[in-house]
């Protein structure tokens, strides 16, 4: 467009304003579509910087009024100064000062076809993105709850199976009542979140914790987690179950021992990430994988936000960051 457009409005805008506007600036129509090809170079190429950079800073769907409005500010202030620049450079030089409005108004020409035209493409392209988040979404989605029905007991099998063993337990068995009551916990939080796309952190922290819980149970002092998140960053999304994965990852990757003991810390990283590490002592025999990995939660961020997911290994660290989403998708 700018190969083809470019040219195009250079010698139509004379062709069509000879009949009176554009006499006023020259006679001479090589000046003349000179002049006019100045002017819509300058012009294309400063509001398409401009819409530009205003993608960036109002990247959101949610953000495109505040975008446009911003843009027509832009566009009609940068195009009324480059006008009047234009003006007195080169149509003075050449004898063909056409006046302040004459030369704005002949200058919105160009401007209008600019915005026309990447506004469409930009919009056509998003509109194509989102369809195609959507239906990968879906058959996520669909490919997911395949999965867990495939390998998952009858739910209610299960908790009245959880209920009867509470029973079985004596009162005074005060650990074995809150084991079973955490893995009770997570297995309804995995029913329940399996279906959504993402989940405010906080619920996700609170499943997190009971199955801390679980694992501390077995590996006792070997295995030690921490958490530092600020209450804000609690309000924010993430996809269901993605901590637990890389949590789940790490102890089944790595040695937990009292000599050496598994250190695992969630941290939040400015308002965007949350990021989850741990010290690296592989193992010399891994168990079994259970196929949900870090590709796992690449892939669902990826339908999910702009920003990636972010992998770093170094010879002591291995760090995850994901997204903090802030709204729910």
């Known amino acids: 467009m700018r190969l083809i457009g470019i040219p195009f409005l250079s010698f139509a805008i004379p062709m069509v304003l000879s009949f009176d506007d554009f006499l006023k600036l020259s006679n001479n129509y090589l000046i003349s579509a000179g002049i006019s090809f100045v002017i819509t170079v300058a012009l294309w190429e400063g509001n398409r910087y401009i819409i530009m950079l205003m993608r960036r800073i109002f990247p959101n769907y949610s953000q495109t009024s505040t975008r446009l409005l ?49 506004e469409a493409i930009y919009f056509f392209e998003s509109w194509k993105l989102n369809i195609r988040k959507t239906e990968s979404l879906m058959r996520e989605g669909i490919e997911t709850q395949l999965a867990v029905l495939k390998n998952q007991l009858d739910p209610h099998f299960l908790f009245n199976s ?83 994965m890389l949590i789940e990852n790490a102890i089944k990757h790595n040695i937990a021992s009292k000599e050496s003991p598994l250190k695992i810390n969630i941290r939040q990283e400015g308002d965007q990430y949350l990021v989850v590490e741990n010290n690296i002592q592989e193992k010399t025999i891994l168990e079994k994988s259970t196929r949900v990995g870090l590709q796992n939660i690449i892939n669902r961020y990826n339908l999910l936000t702009e920003r990636r997911v972010e992998i770093i290994q170094s010879a002591e660290l291995f760090t995850v960051k994901i997204p903090l989403i802030s709204q729910f998708v």
């Not at 566009?75 to 056409?98: I, Q």
């Not at 009162?171 to 405010?200: C, G, I, M, P, W």
């Open 70 to 118: 911003f843009e027509a500010v832009l566009a009609l202030f940068y195009t009324l100064v480059t006008t009047f620049v234009l003006d007195e450079v080169l149509c003075k030089a050449f004898n063909a000062r056409p006046g302040m409005l004459l030369g704005f108004r002949i200058s919105l020409l160009p401007t209008l076809l600019v915005y026309l035209v990447y």
């Open 162 to 244: 959880m209920n009867t063993l509470a029973a079985l337990i004596d009162d005074t068995n005060v650990d074995a009542q809150q084991y079973l009551e955490r893995l009770s916990d997570v297995y309804r939080y995995v029913l329940v979140s399996r279906s959504k796309n993402t989940v405010q952190l906080d619920e996700e922290i609170t499943f997190l914790d009971a199955y801390v819980y679980l694992n501390k149970i077995r590996f006792r002092d070997n295995l030690m987690v921490e958490k530092h998140i600020s209450p804000d960053a609690y309000l924010q999304h993430v996809t269901p179950l993605s901590i637990q």
